[in-house]
């Protein structure tokens, strides 16, 4: 759940796995098995853009409101 959050945050899978720092095959790996636990497609990648599907919205919105600040 992090590496999506981070993933959100930075914008990119790439800026992510700068930030984390982890391999961009490790940070894609990672939400695509997150996506495929909860059943749904979380992000919108293509090779110039990311944005969040309305399930992925969702779900980094309540991570954020559980988060202690």
């Keep these: 759940m992090a590496t999506f959050v981070r993933v959100v945050d930075a914008g990119s899978l790439s800026g992510a ?3 984390l720092p ?3 095959t490790s940070v894609s790996r990672q939400i695509s098995a997150l996506e495929e636990l909860f059943g749904t497609r979380l992000l919108l990648r293509t090779t ?3 944005a969040l599907t309305d399930d992925g919205r969702l779900l980094y919105e309540r ?3 559980s988060s202690p600040s």
């Design 22 to 24: 982890s391999s961009l």
């Design 17 to 19: 796995a700068r930030s």
């Design 48 to 50: 110039r853009r990311l």
């Design 63 to 65: 991570r954020n409101r």
